[in-house]
C-alpha cells in the first residue's frame, strides 16, 4: 500500500512540474518557419524577411537608414497595390522631446466608408543611436506588413476601412503618432487601435489594453475575436493605468479618446534599445505571436459596427485571465465585494466545519502559518539580500536595461530557493493527520490580498491609492483551494486526479508572474519570484502535503537551487555575446576654449581609459546642464583633452522687439557640419510666456501654463534634427530679465571622425544605450541682453591645443 502512495505521491509531483513547464510553454505558438504556407495565411518565414531588411543598420530620425527603411516600407506596401502617403511635420512631447517625423500611411476601403476605422500601428524608427531595431519595432512593421498582405489575399472587403499608420519618432515623445492624431484628417474616422510594439527580443506578448472608459466591451470583443494564445490578465491593466503610459496608442487615447490594444513583449529586456536588437536574435516564437493576434482580430474589428468606438462608461470593467481549454476567463468587477466577503465566509465555515470533523486543530492551524511565513520571510530575504549582494558586480552597473544577461537564472535560483525552503518548514511540521490544518494559511493569507487590494471601496480599494480591481482573479484559485481544503477535511486520501484539476488555477495564475514581474519591472523586485514561489507552494499543500519525502524533495531543490546559482554566476561575465556597455563623449566647449572626454561608465574599461586616463574627475560640473537619457543618467566620469578645430555653432538673431513689457527674441542656431540633436538650457528661474521652435508653436502646460513647463532640471528642449536643418526660436519672456541659453550641439559620429583617434570597441564591449553616446557635442551660450545682436555674440575661436 505505501509503494503505491509513493507512486501515486511521484506521478502526482511529475504532472505538477508538467503543469508549471506547460504554463509557460504554452503562451506562445511554436514558430515553424515554413516556407511555403499558403498566400491567405500569416506566414513568419515571409515576416522575417521584413524583420531582416528593416534591421540592417540603425535607423533613428535623421539617419540614412532611417530614410532606406522608410522607402522600403513604402515600396512593400505598394506591392500590395496600396496607395501610400506620408505626413512629415514638427511635433513636440510634453517633456520637451521634439522631431520631424515623417508617417507612412495607407487605407484599405470597407464597404460602408460611413463606419470608423481600424487603425494598425507601429512604428519605424530604432532608438538613437546604435540600436538596429529588429524588434523595437521591426517586429510591429513585419506582422503589419504580412498580416495586411495575408488579409488582402483573402479577397475579401471588409465593412469597416482599415488605415495603416506606421509612425515615425515614437522612440523620442510619440512624435509621430501625435502629428497624425492631431493634425490628420483621418484621426477622426478612427474607432479602434491595434498596436504593436517591443521591449526587449522575445518572450510572450502581452496583451494591454489603452482607454479612458471600462474595459467591458474591448474585452468582449477580443475574446469574440478567438486568439488563440491570448496573454492578458486583468492585473497588469489595473497596474498599467496607475503608471505612465509611453506608446503611440496612448497619444490616441489621451488625445481622441480612442481605444485600442497593445500588444507588446518585454523578454530577453538586456537586448531593448542596444545594438543587439537584430534580426538573429529576435525570437522567432515571439513573432508568430503578434501574428497570432493580428490575424483574427484584423478580421473581427474591421467587420465590427464601432460608432460606438467600442466605449463603455468608466467603471464597467471585466476581470479577466487565461486558463487552459477556457483560453479566456472573464466575471465583472461588479463581482468583487460578494466574491471577497462570500469566499471569505466559506473558509471561516470550513475551518469550523474541520474543526468539528476533528480534521483541523487550532494548534495546528495556527502552527500551519509558521512553515507558510516562514518560507515566506526566508525567501525574501535569501532574494532580496542575495541580489543586494551581487549587483555591486561590474556586469550590473551599467547595465541600464535593469535586467542583466543573467537575469533568468537569478530568477530560477530565487525560486527554486523558495521551494527549497518551503519543503524543508514543511517536512518538519509534516503528519499525515495535519493537511487540513496546514492547507488554511495560504488560503488565509491570499484573501487578505485579496481584500486588501481588489475589495472596492468607493472610487478606490481599502488601502489608499491603491486599488487594483483587476486582481480580482486571484479569487478563483482561492475557490479552487477551498474545493481542495473540503477534501482533505472529509477524506484522509483525497484523489490525485482531482486535487490536479483543481491546482490548475493556482498554477496558471501565480507561475507565470515568478518570471514576469521581475522581466518587467527589473531585478530590484527579484524577491517577488521568490515570495510567488512560496505562495504557490503553500496553494498546493492539499497535494505535497501528502508526499512523506519532503526531506529528500527539499535536497533535490536545493541542489537545483545550486546548479541554477552555477549558472547564473557562470553568466555573469561579459563576452562577445553579452558585451559590456561603455560610452564615450567628446565635449567641446566653445565658449571658452575646452575641452573633455566623458563617459556614463561607472566601471571604466580598457577602451574608455584611453581617453579618459586611469584616474579621471567625477563630472559634477558637466551634469549641471544634464543631457537627455531614458533613466535620468548623468555622466559619471570626465578628463580634460585637446581643443579639437571643430566648426562653430553658428548663432544668429534675427528678430527682437518689446511689446508692453513682454521681449521677443527670434534666433537661429545652425552649424555646417552635421548634428543629430539640439539641446537647449536655461535656469529654471527663466520662464517664458510664449514660445516657438521651427515655427511650432509651444503648447502652455503646467500649473503656470506656460510653455516648457514640464522642465527635467534647466533643460526645456531637445530637438532631434532631420536634414542638419537649423534650430530656429522664437522666445517671449519678461523683459526685466536677460535668460542665458546654452546650447548643445550634438552628433553622432565621434567613432568615424579620424581626428578623435579613437580605437575600435573591442568585440565584448557594446555601445551603452539609453544616453548621448559615440558622440560629439558642441557647446555654445547666448545670453540674451537687452539689445544684444549677433555680432555681439561671444566668439569662437578656431584654436587646437596641444
Not at 474543526?355 to 512553515?371: E, N, Y
Not at 547564473?568 to 564615450?584: C, D, V
Not at 545652425?670 to 543629430?676: G, P
Amino acid at each position: 500500500m505505501r509503494a503505491k502512495s509513493h507512486l501515486t505521491s511521484a506521478a502526482s509531483f511529475v504532472v505538477i512540474i508538467l503543469m508549471i513547464w506547460y504554463a509557460f510553454h504554452s503562451q506562445t505558438p511554436s514558430a515553424q518557419v515554413e516556407e511555403n504556407l499558403p498566400a491567405t495565411e500569416w506566414s513568419t518565414a515571409r515576416a522575417l524577411e521584413h524583420v531582416k531588411a528593416i534591421s540592417l543598420k540603425p535607423h533613428y530620425v535623421g539617419s540614412n537608414g532611417h530614410n532606406e527603411v522608410r522607402d522600403y516600407i513604402k515600396d512593400e506596401f505598394t506591392k500590395l497595390g496600396l496607395n501610400v502617403t506620408t505626413q512629415k511635420g514638427y511635433d513636440i512631447s510634453w517633456n520637451g522631446n521634439m522631431s520631424q517625423p515623417e508617417n507612412i500611411i495607407a487605407r484599405i476601403k470597407g464597404s460602408q466608408p460611413d463606419n470608423k476605422a481600424l487603425v494598425l500601428l507601429t512604428h519605424y524608427d530604432s532608438d538613437p543611436h546604435s540600436s538596429k531595431g529588429a524588434s523595437d519595432a521591426g517586429s510591429g512593421v513585419a506582422t503589419i506588413l504580412e498580416g495586411v498582405r495575408a488579409f488582402l489575399a483573402q479577397n475579401k472587403q471588409p465593412k469597416n476601412d482599415i488605415i495603416i499608420c506606421i509612425t515615425d519618432g515614437e522612440e523620442l515623445g510619440l512624435n509621430g503618432a501625435s502629428l497624425f492624431v492631431n493634425q490628420h484628417p483621418w484621426a477622426k474616422d478612427v474607432g479602434f487601435v491595434l498596436n504593436f510594439e517591443a521591449r526587449g527580443s522575445g518572450g510572450p506578448s502581452y496583451m494591454l489594453v489603452e482607454t479612458n472608459g471600462g474595459n467591458r466591451k474591448i474585452i468582449e470583443e477580443f475574446m469574440a475575436a478567438g486568439t488563440d494564445y491570448p496573454v492578458a490578465n486583468s492585473l497588469a491593466y489595473s497596474i498599467y493605468q496607475m503608471i505612465p503610459n509611453d506608446t503611440d496608442l496612448t497619444i490616441f487615447r489621451e488625445d481622441r479618446d480612442i481605444n485600442g490594444l497593445n500588444f507588446a513583449f518585454i523578454g530577453d529586456h538586456f537586448d531593448y534599445h542596444t545594438e543587439l536588437d537584430t534580426y538573429e536574435r529576435l525570437d522567432r516564437n515571439t513573432l508568430a505571436h503578434q501574428g497570432s493576434y493580428l490575424m483574427p482580430l484584423l478580421s473581427h474589428f474591421s467587420n465590427l459596427d464601432m460608432t460606438d468606438r467600442v466605449m463603455v462608461d468608466k467603471g464597467e470593467d471585466l476581470v479577466y485571465f487565461p486558463l487552459p481549454l477556457f483560453k479566456m476567463v472573464t466575471f465583472p468587477f461588479s463581482w468583487l465585494a460578494a466574491l471577497i466577503i462570500g469566499s471569505g465566509i466559506l473558509l471561516l465555515l470550513l475551518i469550523v466545519h474541520g474543526i468539528r470533523k476533528r480534521r483541523i486543530t487550532l494548534k495546528h492551524l495556527f502552527g500551519g502559518f509558521v512553515p507558510f511565513l516562514g518560507s515566506l520571510v526566508i525567501g525574501y530575504l535569501l532574494s532580496n539580500y542575495g541580489w543586494a549582494a551581487v549587483k555591486t558586480n561590474e556586469i550590473y552597473v551599467d547595465m541600464n536595461t535593469v535586467f542583466p544577461y543573467n537575469g533568468y537564472w537569478m530568477i530560477a535560483t530565487a525560486a527554486f530557493a523558495a521551494i527549497t525552503v518551503s519543503f524543508f518548514l514543511y517536512h518538519k511540521f509534516y503528519h499525515r493527520d495535519r493537511i487540513a490544518s496546514l492547507s488554511v494559511a495560504p488560503l488565509v493569507l491570499l484573501w487578505i490580498i485579496s481584500l486588501a487590494i481588489a475589495f472596492p471601496v468607493g472610487d478606490g480599494g481599502l488601502i489608499p491609492n491603491v486599488y487594483l480591481g483587476g486582481a480580482g482573479f486571484f479569487l478563483v484559485p482561492l475557490l479552487a483551494g477551498l474545493v481542495m481544503l473540503w477534501l482533505n477535511i472529509h477524506q484522509k486520501g483525497p484523489s490525485y486526479i482531482l486535487l490536479l484539476i483543481l491546482a490548475v488555477p493556482a498554477i496558471f495564475v501565480f507561475a507565470p508572474f515568478i518570471k514576469a514581474f521581475p522581466v518587467a519591472l527589473g531585478m530590484s523586485i527579484l524577491f517577488v519570484a521568490a515570495v510567488l514561489s512560496a505562495l504557490l507552494f503553500g496553494l498546493l499543500i492539499p497535494i505535497l502535503g501528502h508526499y512523506r519525502k519532503k526531506g529528500l524533495l527539499a535536497f533535490g531543490s536545493l541542489i537545483a537551487t545550486v546548479v541554477c546559482l552555477c549558472f547564473a554566476f557562470a553568466k555573469a561575465e561579459f563576452s562577445q555575446t553579452q558585451p559590456k556597455p561603455t560610452s564615450l563623449v567628446y565635449v567641446h566647449n566653445q565658449d571658452d576654449n575646452t575641452a573633455q572626454w566623458a563617459t556614463y561608465d561607472k566601471v571604466l574599461s580598457d577602451w574608455t581609459k584611453e581617453k579618459l586616463g586611469t584616474e579621471p574627475q567625477r563630472a559634477k560640473e558637466l551634469n549641471a546642464n544634464s543631457i537627455d537619457s531614458k533613466y535620468g543618467t548623468g555622466f559619471s566620469y570626465a578628463a580634460k583633452t585637446d581643443y579639437k578645430n571643430l566648426p562653430k555653432i553658428e548663432l544668429e538673431i534675427t528678430a527682437d522687439s518689446t511689446v508692453n513689457n513682454l521681449r521677443t527674441v527670434k534666433f537661429k542656431v545652425t552649424s555646417e557640419s552635421v548634428v543629430h540633436r539640439y539641446e537647449a538650457f536655461a535656469d529654471d528661474k527663466y520662464s517664458f510666456e510664449k514660445a516657438t521652435v521651427n515655427g511650432l508653436e509651444i503648447r502652455k502646460s503646467g500649473d503656470d501654463q506656460r510653455p516648457f513647463s514640464n522642465r527635467w532640471g534647466n533643460r526645456f528642449l531637445s530637438y532631434y534634427v532631420t536634414d542638419n536643418a537649423a534650430l530656429e526660436m522664437e522666445l517671449t519672456f519678461d523683459a526685466s530679465t536677460e535668460p542665458e541659453i546654452i546650447v548643445y550641439a550634438a552628433s553622432f559620429d565621434l567613432l568615424e571622425q579620424e581626428q578623435f583617434n579613437v580605437s575600435q570597441r573591442p568585440l565584448d564591449h557594446m555601445s551603452m544605450p539609453f544616453v548621448l553616446n559615440d558622440a560629439v557635442l558642441r557647446k555654445r551660450t547666448i545670453k540674451l541682453s537687452k539689445n544684444v545682436k549677433s555680432e555681439e555674440l561671444p566668439p569662437v575661436e578656431d584654436v587646437t591645443h596641444g
